[in-house]
């Protein structure tokens, strides 16, 4: 079990403004990356399980959560300019190498990490994506710690660094699309971020901004030619069924109004693209093709999230298939019967009219947020129905960290648009944006 962190009480059960619920539960999931932290090498886990590694993307993630605390005044300016400079430090003097005990090789660095040492662990690979997430969170913390003192001189200097030894031509391997990632014990993994709609929006952004080794940009095309255009429950979009696919892009960019070659034909922004995904995930738990218990107008959200599984069972004659964690998505599946809570408050921005409804569902009838466990809890499936337990069914024994930094960043971004505005400060990235083909037309 997750334990409970001492000195926090309970929210009091007053009805509360939907100010007050978003402050409440971005104060609530802050001290995640407060505590579930290696204070000596600034590694964040991946989640609350005990013996966690730390996750590349969780950490990226956590350079922006600081500043937003800064910010929110959760944390001082110079404590959370201490951890980030942690960070970097350790990633800067990290061991590069093709070894396959190393924590990063060409810029890149291995998806999952040893909180202890910062070696590979869990025979993962050299992630691109991951790395992606990593080093936009270290750019936000350049953009911010702008002051003249040494601290945060040295911030901007090693962000800057660790981003421009990342060779992004290498992880095309020879051909026109980025790979997935790269292992020493087999090479390149054969799969590219060549085909369908995808979170590799920002991969792209920094690989063709990069001063160092930028892609052709005729490469990024390419991609957006592979996008499928459907229609479901009356609403036409750009499809991917998780809904973090399409919240990713949006957690640093403010990208309403910006339009690629691809947006200029299909005649919709991807900021609109993902409010349209968004109402379909609540219009498919509305039909519920699968009769799964608590679906409805105030209980949805599929995305990549912890399970029950992995295992088949004979509920009410039926038999569930359950899985374990996974990308779950709607309306083409898969899908389980489990629900994501910190998706649907990942979607805030772009759905304001439906996502604070079904939050007040779960906080309020079904009691999903919990101070002492960072916030709300991670995942639950009513269908998988246990002995004494009660509505919720199943629910996920830990936290993730993918889960809390983009709660933390999505609350913010509706509420003040802070990232978002920072974040146009980034030369690299409005340089990469403006490579892919975005403009305000």
């Known amino acids: ?9 309970k929210s009091a059960k007053k009805k509360l403004s939907d100010t007050e619920m978003l402050d409440r539960l971005l104060a609530d999931t802050f001290p995640y990356f407060l505590e579930q932290t290696n204070p000596e090498n600034g590694l964040i886990a991946d989640k609350t399980k005990p013996d966690s590694p730390s996750s590349i993307a969780v950490v990226g ?14 944390i001082s300016r110079e404590e959370a300019a201490k ?8 990633f800067y003097n990290s061991k590069q190498g093709r070894g396959k ?59 800057d660094a660790l981003y421009k030894r990342i060779d992004w031509q290498w992880a095309l391997n020879k051909k026109k699309s980025i790979t997935h990632g790269w292992k020493p014990e087999s090479g390149f993994m054969r799969r590219h971020w060549d085909k369908h709609f995808s979170e590799a929006h920002l991969l792209y952004f ?31 979009y750009t499809y991917s069924g998780p809904l973090f696919i399409h919240q990713f892009l949006h957690l640093w960019l403010d990208m309403k109004g910006l339009k690629d070659d691809y947006c200029r034909r299909t005649g919709i922004d991807y900021f609109e693209n993902a409010r349209r995904a968004t109402l379909i995930h609540q219009e498919y738990a ?19 999230s912890d399970g029950p599984g992995p295992f088949s069972k004979v509920i009410n004659g039926k038999k569930r298939v359950f899985y374990d964690y996974k990308a779950r998505g709607a309306p083409l599946g898969p899908d389980d019967g489990t629900l994501s809570p910190w998706a649907v408050v990942a979607s805030l921005p772009f759905a304001p ?27 639950f499936n009513p269908t998988y129905v246990q002995k004494d337990k009660d509505q919720l069914g199943w629910v996920s024994m830990w936290q993730f960290g993918l889960n809390e930094g983009p709660v933390i960043m999505m609350i913010d971004n509706f509420q003040t648009g802070f990232l978002w505005k920072l974040m146009k400060s980034c030369s690299y990235l409005e340089k990469g944006i403006r490579l892919a083909g975005f403009r305000k037309k």
């Open 353 to 379: 009219e439906i996502v604070l409804p079904a939050m007040r569902n779960d906080t309020e009838r079904l009691n999903l947020h919990d101070p002492r466990i960072y916030g709300l809890k991670a995942s």
């Open 206 to 236: 920094l690989a063709l901004g990069s001063p160092t080794f930028p892609i052709d940009p005729s490469i990024y095309p390419r991609w957006t030619d592979s996008f499928e255009w459907k229609k479901f429950y009356g609403i036409e």
């Open 1 to 9: 079990m997750v334990e409970k962190r001492s000195g926090v009480k």
């Open 61 to 74: 993630f956590g350079l922006s959560v600081y500043i937003i605390g800064v910010e929110r005044g959760l």
């Open 83 to 90: 951890k980030t400079l942690t960070i970097l430090r350790f």
């Open 286 to 304: 509305k039909d519920n093709p699968g009769d799964f218990l608590q679906y409805s107008e105030l209980s949805w959200g599929l995305s990549a």
């Open 101 to 159: 005990f190393a924590t990063g090789y060409k810029g890149f660095y291995y998806h999952f990490l040893h909180m202890k040492t910062g070696e590979r662990t869990w025979n993962s690979e050299l992630s691109t994506m991951d790395t992606a997430l990593f080093i936009t969170g270290a750019l936000s913390s350049a953009c911010y710690f702008v002051e003249k003192n040494k601290e945060e001189k040295e911030i901007r200097e090693l962000a």
